[in-house]
DNA sequence: CGGGTTTGACCGGCGC
DNA sequence: GCGCCGGTCAAACCCG
């Protein structure tokens, strides 16, 4: 994976998120601090409750991103995106098993926080104003805080974006996901005053796959299609077919590494099953609005533990599973084989 | 016939 | 102000 390319695509910034220390593929796994002093979590979840701070911030960046392999570059930055990435490398396709140098990922995000502190002074009127209309646009609210919010709701679309390439990759026996540089901005940027639309919440995905769009149990319809600056490969506009459901999501490949797909998800989605989903998934979901919540933990469990154990994942994989929780429950349902 | 895709046109943001 | 570019629209087309 080239950065070059990629920074075209994804706003970077100093900080890594460390996917290992995520789900301890570095021998000995994680206890207390790392190397670079950073405290270690037990799993995702871990990382994510423990982290009040949700960007991030640079200390992560001491430490590498520890990719094996040369063709890891960290991207640079792209300056209008509002984009949490995660970015996820299946190694190889079919049963191959998959070893920590054989996937290669690189993105990053961009969170307002972490803008350069020049562009914060100069955006500062700029993000308040879009605090404002955030306001505006959720009218009901409780006047929590909007930061928070933010955080919350970007939290449970990356755990949910993170569980869907985990059953994609189940599901077309690919291997490995690979987090990094997890941040959260849910702030557009980019709003002229008074009617610039609102940008939701992005996350990023890359994934090495040979279908272009990956089915994750909902339905989208294409609604455009560009070519992109400087790479052969078009990019595809997707919109969730649900009624009122306001979820887009783009999906392009990249060019310097046609095998990787980066699919960009946007806002989120507001019906808990996903609408005519293909396939045999509305028994399972009719099944799972009257199960109580331990038992789409086993069901998690049913469905990931041998592939992934097939795919020597770690063994603190079952953290993930304990998000379950987090996850929409139209996700779990729709990724039933 | 309904739903999805294709594709050229259009619009708005942004940098110069 | 202008041009570039990303994103969206919508008519035409396709398909089951």
């Not at 985990?166 to 709003?191: D, E």
Request: proline letters at 5%.
């Amino acid at each position: 994976m080239s950065g070059e390319k990629l920074g075209e695509l994804f706003h970077h910034d100093s900080t890594i998120f460390d996917p290992y220390s995520l789900f301890s593929l570095r021998s000995g796994g994680p206890q207390g601090l790392d190397q670079s002093g950073l405290p270690q979590f037990s799993g995702f979840l871990d990382y994510l409750q423990s982290s009040t701070d949700f960007g991030f911030t640079s200390s992560l960046s001491q430490e590498p991103f520890g990719l094996i392999g040369d063709r890891h570059k960290v991207c640079k930055a792209e300056p209008r995106a509002t984009e949490n990435v995660i970015s996820s490398v299946f190694a190889g396709g079919g049963t191959r098993t998959m070893t920590a140098n054989s996937s290669v990922s690189s993105s990053s995000t961009e969170a307002a926080g972490e803008e350069e502190s020049d562009k914060n002074e100069k955006n500062e009127e700029k993000e308040q104003e879009d605090e404002d209309e955030n306001k505006d646009v959720k009218g009901a609210d409780d006047g929590a805080d909007e930061d928070e919010k933010a955080k919350t709701v970007s939290a449970n679309l990356m755990v949910q974006f993170c569980l869907i390439n985990f059953l994609c990759v189940w599901r077309n026996c690919f291997a490995l996901i690979l987090l990094k540089n997890l941040l959260f901005a849910t702030r557009s940027k980019s709003r002229k005053k008074g009617e610039k639309r609102q940008r939701q919440p992005r996350f990023a995905f890359m994934t090495k796959s040979e279908v272009d769009h990956l089915e994750d149990g909902y339905r989208w319809r294409k609604y455009g299609q560009k070519a992109v600056k400087n790479s052969p490969y078009p990019r595809s506009y997707y919109r969730c077919t649900t009624q009122k459901c306001l979820v887009k999501k783009r999906v392009e490949r990249s060019y310097e590494d046609p095998s990787i797909v980066i699919t960009t998800y946007e806002g989120q989605h507001t019906h808990h099953y996903p609408s005519n989903v293909r396939g045999s998934s509305h028994m399972l979901a009719n099944q799972q609005s009257s199960m109580p919540p331990s038992f789409h933990h086993e069901l998690f469990l049913q469905t990931l533990t041998p592939p992934l154990q097939q795919l020597n994942l770690p063994a603190n994989y079952h953290d993930l599973l304990l998000l379950q929780n987090s996850i929409h429950p139209s996700f779990i349902n729709s990724n039933q084989p």
